[in-house]
């Protein structure tokens, strides 16, 4: 409790917060404060059962095979696709909840039993299965291997009791896999995805680290590269303080501080989005309120008379007016004629009372034109003709005596008042005329108004939705109101200042402590590598993300992925094994101890390196208690490297099983 109450001090000096804040956030986010060390995991497989009906031409007809496993290395040999590798993936199956592959062979299997240990309690795995699938399964434990090995259900009147049951395949696996992480003391490995959400990797990417994958993968430590698996598994391998609860205090604290960034991006974005709503309402309200203003201006809102009757008395109207226009003009030409008639007239009665020549001429022709050539008599030749006495068409003397003068001018007094008659009818009947059409004028203009006022009237509806449209958008712009800056919130910036100081302090224990065990994992992992044929090793060097350095050939450095596929399988079983060693020289508990390699002769690796390879795994698995299963199809390597009672085989062409 000492050193739990000392990591919350450290955390609350370095966040600059009360101890009080630091666990207020380690519990609300249910992320307990350090951990105690983890207790012994150590995973043995003693006895796989296999039973079905085998089909086709080889061996056909029912079977019941059983395989029996010890301590240290233990190989099954057989023909190729005779059924060595279905055994590695069957146990991975139970131990697992589902095989990295099925074979072709599995759909024979009716009926599969496994009897382990798991961190010193023995249990029995037992699954029916039909078509490659799981009909029902049961776990159980009890007080010894011996007693399991009789029974294929519970038996609580003998101390064997039910772990759980399932009725397929999913459930199995889900059940089974937490199983097996309570109890070998492991906790999810978390990690961000893409800063959303957090992914939680369970008990088949810590399986990763027991059945090796094949030697060309990238991946020094399990099967898995993503979220940086290889680095944690070390982590958790080495029992580093507290491995767990840093992944999911750096975890959260990433992710409360993307949501935080997120959040505020969002509250940014809909400010903007917002500004530009107003901005546009806005303008849309000007443009709606000229529009109405506008109508407005036209009386829209008036009542007036039927727009069609107005429309045709105008065009009546308009009409009659044309007409009465014509006629004035008519009666205006008939007037301008007789009040020229009238002043000829006058000045003829002038002429014949002042010259005796003119009154000769009164009842002569009066030509405008001359008759032979018909060009018009000037109007100096007509008045020659009166103060010469010349004829104004041939321009020869005029003679004569003024017999009746009288009479003469009677008769031009005559034409005057006939011609000053004509033209007084013809000014009355233009006066009227003018009167009519002042008339008919005014009353179009009238009319005229009135269209107007009707064709505005005609415009009350749009004037109404002008003015909807100016109270809609003053509307909208009253609930789009300008948006503030996204809040502070004051606990979430406390637990991300909280999270990320825990995990760089925790980072500090980490890289304390590893400095002594890493030191001691590198001078293992070379010693080891060197053993496994690993030729030109000098030294490795190893970090926490395990990322392997390979040091060689007179200081070449290379990277474990640099590596030819042999040499990485080397260096895989040599990191399992140096765990082992180390944790057992600091009393920390480490890799389970179980390993499975299939067929590692295939993997580059030449017949004298394959013997001693085998022949030291062989050694450092008694020395080290970890318990190796490797199948192969070579014969002779097996009989070389181990005793009988190491090795299950099948006569060559045989199945295994």
Known sequence: M??????????????????????????????????????????????????????????????????????????????????????????????????????GAIHWLREVDLDATVAGQPMAFRLDLDNEEITSAVAFAGPDLALLETLRSPDPTQGVLP??????????????????????????????????????????????????PAARSPALLGDVLMSGLPGRLLQVFLDLPAAGVLTKVKTQAELMATARKRRQSAAKAAQEERAAQRQQTEEDLAAARARLEQLSEGGAGSDQESLADLATTTIRLATSAADSQQAWEDLMRVHRQAKGQRQRDEKLLNDVRESAIARRLFHGLDPTACPRCDQDIAAERRQFEIEAHSCAVCARPVEGDDEDSEGILAEAEERVLASTQAEQVARDALERAETELDRLSGELSAAQEKLRRADAAARVPEYARAREEVLRLEGALSVLPELPDSPDDPAENLAIKVLRAGARTLEDDHAREADKLFADLNEEISDLGRKFGFAGLESVSIDRAAHLDVISDGGHVRSFTDQVPGERLRLRIAVIAALLRVGAAHQVSTHPGLLLIDSPKAEEIQDVDIHLLLRELDAVAEANQLQVLVTTADFGLAHDVLPPERITEAAEGRPLW
């Open 163 to 212: 772990l759980f049951r399932a009725a397929s395949s999913e459930s199995y696996a889900e059940q089974v896999q937490a199983l097996m992480m309570k109890w070998m003391d492991l906790h999810p490995l978390v990690s961000a995805k893409q800063g959303t959400s957090a992914v939680a990797h369970g008990w088949p990417a810590y399986f990763g680290a027991l059945y090796l």
């Open 2 to 103: 000492a050193e739990e109450v000392g990591l919350e001090d450290r955390i609350a000096a370095r966040a600059k917060v009360t101890v009080d804040d630091v666990r207020a956030v380690f519990d609300a986010q249910g992320i307990p404060l350090g951990a105690p060390p983890a207790r012994p995991r150590p995973l043995r497989i003693h006895r796989l059962r296999v039973a079905g009906v085998r089909t086709g031409a080889l061996e056909p007809g029912p079977f019941n095979t059983t395989f029996r496993f010890g301590n240290g290395l233990t190989a099954l040999v057989a023909s190729n696709l005779r059924g060595k590798s279905s055994v590695l993936e069957l146990v991975t199956w139970c131990l697992r909840g589902t095989p990295r592959e099925k074979s």
